[in-house]
């Protein structure tokens, strides 16, 4: 293939992506006249709460928490936590925030997907983030 060809075929390859780019955006920004927030308008946050039916292959697990549907593995967290905690120990400038005990002590503070904080989740962890930096 010769070099006229080749920078063909790129600037074409470029023209789909930047078409396909734009149609996306394009979209987001009807969808965001008619939204309340923006995750009504964006592809991703409409698709929030709906993964198992776009991933048939991905099965929700029960929230050990609150009940709610999640497609998060959590047999990793608590190790991790226990990772984290002892760094923390080791590090007197560095402080362990414990989430699963928040949203364990606070019931609905999770989001629809059971696994974000919502609106009142947010607010508990920047509280209980502030908290800590200031300990």
Known sequence: ?????VVLYIHLLSLFVGIGAASVLIV????????RELMEAVPWGMTAGKIARLF???KP????VDGSLALVARRW???NNTVLREAAGRHPQVAFVDWAALVASHP????????HPGPRGRALLAGA???AVHR
């Not at 609905?108 to 997907?113: A, T, Y």
């Open 1 to 5: 293939m010769d070099t006229y060809h």
């Open 28 to 35: 987001c920004l009807f969808q965001l006249r008619g939204a």
């Open 56 to 58: 048939p292959i991905a």
């Open 61 to 64: 697990t029960p929230n050990r």
């Open 77 to 79: 967290r608590d190790s």
């Open 108 to 115: 609905g503070i999770l989001g629809p997907d059971g696994v």
């Open 129 to 131: 983030v502030a908290d």
